[in-house]
């Protein structure tokens, strides 16, 4: 094996999986008042300076509501709520303008028009809760055959572009023998990925072998990674494989791999060369035939970086933040995790009990998760849904003053992602991907604004000659 990365945009490519077309934009229903089965549906904006209205009932330059994977795309029913006017919205080019009862918010602001960007949220008043995207109307790929906004087989959730891409990359990274390294946020599914990454590769009829390397006391780094003979180093000690022996013919899951000193890190090495390694006290050496899955939500850097150089294949977890329009799914999936254990609470929190149903909550408190600036992302966010459930007890999930209050995504104050951990190839792509177009990039990059996202580009001279995919 050379010491090169490799390429998984360009292997995708070959084999067939091409780039997202341009994207344009478009609203996504986050909530509705009586048709709760629409999360997640997409309407794309009419192009500048056409018109179309969002409303009831079907009528002359409507807005066509899709379900969208990749390859498919399928239209979807106009809306029926007798709650949304016949002409509720009118939408010229990205200009939205009331035109039906109730008032029209943008952003929590009250106004008869807006021009919409990619981040905005749009409600009618306890009506329609809508976010506007950047969404291509078709990309290529398998669209899957899980329910819509259901968990698939390997438990993730998620209907947007972001979490079909990481699904594409994770069919193609499992296929292959390489050790694999998955960065990402705290609390957004590292182990969640790396279970996936184990069952659709040839190793996944064994089971996964998987340890926190953070737990690992440094002084007995060695005796648990290689195992030992008996009686070493003390009389009475029992013979163990250690995690490298348990893991041949499977796969190592290293989770906070990052969190291993560097010296450590390098003990390593000829495991992932050629399998090669010493239980302490044996003079002879094995060969262990496994796969490392190291994960970390550290930077590269913070890497051995000739370890690094053996983890050649990569898979980025997005957070919550790049994928608003999934938090919805999300949080319905994590209420039908607590009701399951809880007839109590299913009661509650679904419509007749049933967890198959979207829940009981209110578009305040949808609003207020799709536009929080995440630090723990899933994690975080069922830690919300628990707060809201203990803070009412009647009636529907509601937000409160704190939530409420707490700065949204991309806003003064809020998280962001420090500009220092991305790489020069991730920004580059995610530029490729909106055709140069900064507004959307640094917004899914997670940065605090667009005049971070200026000086990362002035500082590696970035393309921002709008080279989208498929243009």
Known sequence: MNDETIDLDALLAREGGARAPAARPAL???WTREEDDRAGECAPLPRPGERAV??????????TLYRQRPGWSEPRPPLASPGVSREQLVLVGARVERAGKGALRVNGREVEAADLRPG????????LLLLCVERPAVWAGEAGAHPWGAPDAHGLVGESPAAWALRERLAFVARRAEHVLVRGPSGTGKELVARALHRGSPRGKRALVARNAATIPPTLVDAELFGNV???PNPGMLERPGLIGEASGSTL????????????????LRVLDGGEYHRLGEARARTADLRLVAATNRPEAALKHDVLARLKLRVEVPGLDARPEDVPLLGRHLLAGIAASDAALAARLF???DPARPPRWTPALVAALVRRAWTTHVRELEALLWEALQRGRDGPLDAWDELLAAPAAGAPGAAAVDPETLTREQVQACLDRHGGRQEPVWRELGLSSRFVLARLVKRWGLDVRGRGRGE
Do not use: C, M, N, T
Request: charged share 30%; aromatic share 6%.
């Open 28 to 30: 996504v229903v986050l």
């Open 54 to 63: 969002l409303g009831r009932g079907d009528g002359p330059a409507r807005l």
């Open 120 to 127: 905005d949220l749009v409600e009618v008043s306890d009506r």
């Open 230 to 232: 008996k009686d070493y």
């Open 253 to 268: 899951f290293l989770d906070e791999f990052a969190e291993l000193p560097a010296e450590l890190q390098a003990h390593l």
């Open 351 to 353: 419509p007749g009990g």
